[in-house]
């Protein structure tokens, strides 16, 4: 059992130590710095250079828009009308937008 706590310099050097071993940044005056944005991942530019541009992958909308004539119906938006038009029924729909 401890009879007095270790002076705060050693607890000081032994989080330093700990921050070196375990990869985190020392920071003991707290000052605000990049670390938290340096760890976020990358967005923008980099990410669609990573990933490519999405537009190689035909949607159905795109499909709408090509065949006309098909007169083709999204499953999916057909769901999500319907499921509107259920929550209007029990009042829990959108509120109405107001007039001015």
Not at 11 to 28: C, D, M, Q, R, Y
Not at 49 to 59: D, I, L, Q, R, V
Not at 60 to 79: A, G, I, R, S
Request: proline residues 8%.
């Amino acid at each position: 059992m401890l009879k007095r706590l270790p002076a705060q310099a050693r607890l000081n050097e032994v989080k330093k130590l700990s921050a070196s071993i375990f990869g985190h940044t020392w920071n003991p005056s707290c000052a605000r710095n990049g670390a938290k944005v340096l760890r976020a991942p990358l967005k923008g530019p980099e990410v669609v250079k990573y990933y490519g541009e999405n537009s190689a992958m035909p949607t159905f909308k795109d499909f709408k828009q090509w065949f006309p004539e098909l007169n083709l119906v999204d499953p999916k938006e057909q769901y999500r009308l319907k499921m509107v038009a259920d929550r209007k029924k029990r009042n829990k729909g959108a509120p109405k937008k107001k007039k001015s």
